[in-house]
């Protein structure tokens, strides 16, 4: 079975740094791009980042650019996402998902697989 499970969620102060992981099993990884994507109750979910197969190219939402890196390690199927000065609103449900096009990912979908999601908290 298709695996995306994300880690490195947890409670930082503002200012702070976290780093996320995204790995992958039981699919081709290296065909995928990967992104990240965040969720609060009530709210749409918003397109972090995203990152091409080969980690040629990379996408920012605004609201993270020049805080947030996102790499990948293919060798590990692994994809992570840095996360620097973090704000109070940067507080959600971090998920990462898989499709096989680039544009796709930055367009929002469709995925063709999805991470259960990890909790980030920035608070003081």
């Known amino acids: 079975q298709v695996q995306l499970v994300e880690s490195g969620g947890g409670l930082v102060q503002p200012g702070g740094s976290l780093t996320l992981s995204c790995a992958a099993s039981?699919?081709?990884?290296?065909?995928?791009?990967i992104g990240w994507f965040r969720q609060v109750p009530g709210k749409e979910r918003e397109g972090v980042s995203c990152i091409s197969s080969s980690a040629g190219r990379t996408y920012y939402a605004d609201s993270v650019k020049g805080r947030f890196t996102i790499s990948r390690d293919n060798a590990k199927n692994t994809v992570y996402l840095r996360m620097n000065s973090l704000k109070p609103e940067d507080t959600a449900v971090y998920y990462c998902a898989a499709n096989r096009f680039f544009a796709s990912c930055v367009a929002g979908g469709p995925f063709d697989y999805w991470g259960q999601g990890t909790q980030v908290t920035v608070s003081s």
């Open positions: 039981r699919f081709t990884f290296d065909y995928y791009s």
